[in-house]
Nanobody, 126 residues
Framework: QVQLVESGGGLVQAGGSLRLSCTVS????????MGWFRQAPGTEREFVAA????????YYSGSVKGRFTISRDNAKSTVYLQMNSLKPEDTAVYFC???????????????????WGQGTQVTVSS
């Protein structure tokens, strides 16, 4: 059974930073592409960032590019999301997900991901 456990969310002031972690079990992590998504109340789940299995290739939504960094440690079966220069509009529940086997593309639709964590709340105050 594949399990994803996220941590690192919390309350931060605008301009601050947080690092989210997501540890995966029950799947060969080193061969699995990963993604981060977020969902604010009343909105659809939104793509944030993705990373290929080796960690060499990363992809970002336009709204977070330059502020967020996705990375992974295959030895620890963990993917990270470093979030800097946070804005109130970044407030959401953040989810990590395992990409379905196959090509990285497309990497934005949530339907191309297979397993999901429970989510961690990130709140940015103004």
């Amino acid at each position: 059974q594949v399990q994803l456990v996220e941590s690192g969310g919390g309350l931060v002031q605008a301009g601050g930073s947080l690092r989210l972690s997501c540890t995966v079990s029950g799947r060969t992590f080193s061969s699995t592409a990963m993604g981060w998504f977020r969902q604010a109340p009343g909105t659809e789940r939104e793509f944030v960032a993705a990373i290929n299995p080796s960690g060499i290739n990363t992809y970002y939504s336009g709204s977070v590019k330059g502020r967020f960094t996705i990375s992974r440690d295959n030895a620890k079966s963990t993917v990270y999301l470093q979030m800097n220069s946070l804005k109130p509009e970044d407030t959401a529940v953040y989810f990590c997900a395992t990409k379905r086997p196959g090509s990285m593309w497309p990497f934005k639709p949530p339907t191309t991901y297979e397993n999901w964590g429970q989510g961690t709340q990130v709140t940015v105050s103004s």
